[in-house]
């Protein structure tokens, strides 16, 4: 037991050393993320796939039909996922209050090996002709300069642009288990945005999401990620700025974010860190041995924080206050720039949690269904 955990111990430096470095860097890459410049009203398609969304499609359209930006460039596509209850309603009676602004497009059929999202997104993309498409959801609301702040960002060479979500109070959610959440889930978002500071795309945000149509044209778009039921945000980023031509964005401006509801189950909650788990080998080989090395720390803390108990040994308690501390480090900065600090007072049941999370995500992301949209699914459609 002792050799075990000295070896475990050996091998918890070296992660520790790799994630810290990481870090380091997109904390460096925050630094370098600036206010865009870019001042032309380009013309506007909101992407809005809805399945069963009779109690938030209204407050969603409201948000979009209020935008800050000329109406006259705004088009509001709402994609009917073959819902079962009223939403196809609510968004015909949106159409007729506010006649040539909003499009509703409805699912008819889908191809067993397409994923449900991909498919909607496709076929709302195939419906606009605007110059810059927006994507997010149904349960989701913007903030009235949601549009204008984040066309800002679409500088000359800017192709995608990605911004923050935040999570509404909710009597339905315990304000620590809303909080639990915000701050995990905006941890990868400040990975995503260090990365863009230093060109390097790993995550994106498809709730709060935008790109030039000619970039989604120049790489065909979904077409080979098609097959995949998540990662339609993250990956579709990637091959736009894997061709050299176009960067990405993201947008800090608090003026630029979109507000969603937390989970009300701890299920949903491990169902949808699942379904983000199911994207990764499709990473890029620099974010795929950052991802690696980290799960493999956890496996490892996972081990040999118990063995501890058996076997004095400090080294695998100092990699947890290690990791702790550049966490922290890293989410002070961007809860700064995004002025969300109120999410730190809950680091650290959010720090306790997260390792557990992640390693039964990503087990059960790869090898197990979950539900999402009233569908069980799994990672790659079938």
Not at 83 to 112: C, F
Not at 114 to 123: C, D, E, G, Q
Not at 310 to 325: D, L, Q, R, T, Y
């Amino acid at each position: 037991m002792e050799t075990l955990l000295t070896i475990l111990s050996y091998l918890l430096v070296l992660l520790i050393v790799v994630y810290s470095c990481y870090i380091l860097m997109y904390y460096r890459g925050l630094s370098k993320l600036s206010a865009g410049k870019n001042d032309q009203h380009y013309s506007v398609s909101v992407i809005v796939p809805a399945r069963n969304e009779e109690n938030n499609i209204a407050q969603c359209l409201l948000a979009l039909l209020h935008q800050d930006y000329p109406a006259d460039k705004i088009h509001l596509i709402v994609v009917d996922d073959q819902s079962t209850d009223n939403t196809t309603k609510i968004v015909n009676e949106y159409i007729g209050k506010y006649p040539g602004r909003i499009s509703l497009v409805q699912v008819s059929k889908r191809h067993p090996n397409i994923s449900p999202k991909i498919n909607a997104l496709k076929i709302g993309i195939t419906n606009s002709t605007s110059e810059i498409l927006f994507t997010t959801d149904a349960d989701c609301w913007a903030s009235p300069l949601w549009i204008s702040s984040t066309i800002a960002q679409f500088e000359k060479n800017v192709g995608v642009v990605t911004g923050l979500t935040v999570y509404a109070r909710s009597e339905n959610v315990s304000p620590i288990f809303r909080g639990i959440q915000f701050l995990d889930f905006i941890s990868y978002t400040a990975v995503g945005a260090g990365g863009i500071g230093m060109n390097s795309i790993n995550t994106f945000n498809g709730s709060n999401m935008a790109f030039r149509r000619t970039a989604y044209d120049e790489i065909s778009g979904f077409d080979s990620l098609a097959h995949l039921n998540t990662g339609d945000d993250s990956l579709l980023a990637q091959k736009i700025v894997r061709t050299k031509k176009w960067k990405a964005g993201f947008t800090l401006n608090p003026d630029s974010f979109v507000t969603t509801h937390a989970v009300p189950t701890w299920k949903e909650f491990f169902y949808q860190r699942m379904r983000w788990a199911g994207q990764t080998t499709e990473y890029p080989a620099g974010t795929l041995f950052f991802m690696g090395c980290t799960f493999l720390m956890y496996i490892g803390l996972s081990v040999s924080l118990p063995l501890t108990i058996f076997s004095w040994n400090g080294i695998p308690w100092i990699i947890v206050a290690a990791k702790f501390g550049v966490d922290y480090m890293i989410m002070r900065k961007f809860t700064i720039l995004t002025k969300t600090e109120e999410a730190l007072r809950f680091f650290l049941p959010t720090a306790i949690v997260h390792i557990p999370v992640i390693l039964f995500s990503v087990f059960g992301g790869f090898f197990g269904q979950f539900r999402w949209k009233e569908r069980t699914v799994s990672r790659t459609a079938s």
